[in-house]
Every structure is written in structure tokens, then in C-alpha cells.
């Protein structure tokens, strides 16, 4: 089974910066998605940010302009990094990729925490 290794969460204060980085295991081949959730406490899990190969990126309405989403399919890699970071941020942050061979595998990381806080 594969597995999404993630790291660089932490702490960070208001408007600060962080990033975090995912890696598959290993190589996954036919990477149609790679991407960002995260789940604040009491609330529902959201996408951040999703890099489909054929199309390009996409960012919620809350993190435009403030984080980048960078993926390498051929090394089974994504991040994300993260400008300005505000309160509102604070969350787990979870890796997700998917290929797509006849069917659809998808692939989700353990989760980091990330806390902006003063």
C-alpha cells in the first residue's frame, strides 16, 4: 500500500510563512490529482488547493494570493507553501493524489498539524 509521507507543519505567527511537502512511498504512475485538504477543529474537511496535471491549479477563495501549490508528478511529490498565514488557517493539512488507470486510486496522508498563533 502506498503511503503519503508529509512534513513541515508547525507553529507559526501571524503572517508568517510555512511549507509543507509530500512524497509518495513510492513512484505512483498515471497521477491524474495531487492536492491539499485540511480540517479545522468541529468543521468539515476542505480543499485548499489541487494541481490536476492536464489542467493546472486551483485555490479556495480563503488562500488565493497567499499559498502555491507545486507538484511533480514523475516524483510522486507535492507542497504547498503558505504566505501570510492568518488564525483561520490553523488546521490539519492532509497530502491527497490520485491516478487514474481504468479506475480511480486514490492516496491520502496522515495529516499535519498547522498552527498560526500568536
Known amino acids: 500500500q502506498v503511503q503519503l509521507l508529509e512534513s513541515g507543519g508547525g507553529l507559526a505567527q501571524p503572517g508568517g510563512s510555512l511549507t509543507l511537502s509530500c512524497k509518495a512511498s513510492e513512484r505512483l504512475f498515471s497521477i491524474n490529482t495531487m492536492a491539499w485538504y485540511r480540517q479545522a477543529p468541529g468543521k468539515e474537511r476542505e480543499l485548499v488547493a489541487s494541481?490536476?496535471?492536464?489542467?493546472?491549479?486551483k485555490y479556495a477563495d480563503s488562500v488565493k494570493g497567499r499559498f502555491i501549490i507545486s507538484g511533480d508528478d514523475l516524483q510522486s511529490t507535492v507542497s504547498l507553501q503558505m504566505n501570510n498565514l492568518k488564525p483561520e488557517d490553523t488546521a490539519v493539512y492532509y497530502c491527497?493524489?490520485?491516478?487514474?488507470?481504468?479506475?480511480?486510486?486514490?492516496?491520502w496522508g496522515q495529516g499535519t498539524q498547522v498552527t498560526v498563533s500568536t
Open positions: 494541481y490536476v496535471i492536464s489542467t493546472g491549479t
Open positions: 491527497y493524489m490520485n491516478t487514474w488507470v481504468r479506475i480511480i486510486q486514490e492516496h
